[in-house]
Every structure is written in C-alpha cells, then in structure tokens.
C-alpha cells in the first residue's frame, strides 16, 4: 500500500505471517538458561559449595532439556554433540571438589548428591542421541541429579 503525506510517499507493507523456524525453542530455552546460571551464581553471600551445587544443577538441567530438544528434532545432533561438550568441561571433577568447598554439608548429603551424579554424568559423557537407545533414562537420570544439586545448592 502506497501513502502520500504531504511531499513524501510512504511505502507500508503488511506483515506477513511466516511457519516459525525449528530453532525458536532455542531463543527461549537459551536465554533462559542463562538466566538460571546467572541467579543461582548471584545469591548475597553464597558459599562456595552452594554455588558449586546450583551450577551443577543448572548444568545438569540444560542438559536435560538438550536431549529432551533432540530428540524432538529442535535441534541438531551436531549441535547437542557440541552442547555435550561443554556440559562435559563445567561437569567434570564435580564429585572430587564438592566436599572440599566451603559450606559443605554433611557426608551423607554429599554421598546422596554423588548418587545422583554418577548416572547424569554418565548421560554427559555418553548421550544417546539416536531413537534406538534409552534416552529417556538419561534424561530422567539428569533431572534427577539437577533437582537434587539445585535443592542442594539453595
């Protein structure tokens, strides 16, 4: 549609109502995440094993939601191989630096949170991203660990 307005002419389109690109999740999902790495790091005068245990259980959550998206096709195996990747390099030695940090609990708490930790990091290091292996017990081993670490870590 044309407009003329005094000397200038206007040209206006109308929108056009376009199918939302595979990737949409992902401009949720990422800044969304970030916001709850962001929060849980930035609580007044957080102990370092409480931060250590949020990270963790953020991380362990991103995790979970990478596979869940996978699977579910919004995203690419390429791009949850690479997501794992790092998922691997913030997780690692978790379960030998958790104890030594200040404002550490308990030994049992600590042995509990190990539990859960043991099979969501074997999701980390071995994701299943084809259809014929169990993903759902990875992404359930995940969540698990996530709740655990994220209660651990308020």
Known sequence: MIQITGLSVVQ?????????SRYT???VLLPLCALLLITTGCQFKQSAFALM???????????????DYAH?????ATYARSAFQSYQSQLQNVDQQLSARAGAPDNRTIQELLKLYQPAMQA?????????CHWQAQITAL????????????
Request: aromatic content about 4%; overall charge positive.
């Open 25 to 27: 999740h992902l401009v």
């Open 72 to 76: 579910k096709g919004s995203v690419t």
């Open 124 to 132: 980390i290091n071995h994701p299943c991203l084809e259809a014929a």
């Open 53 to 67: 245990a949020g990270n963790t259980g953020s991380s362990f959550a991103a995790a979970a939601m990478t596979l």
């Open 12 to 20: 206006t389109t109308t929108p056009q109502h376009h199918k939302p």
């Open 143 to 154: 969540n698990q660990a996530s709740q655990a670490f994220l209660k651990a870590g308020e």
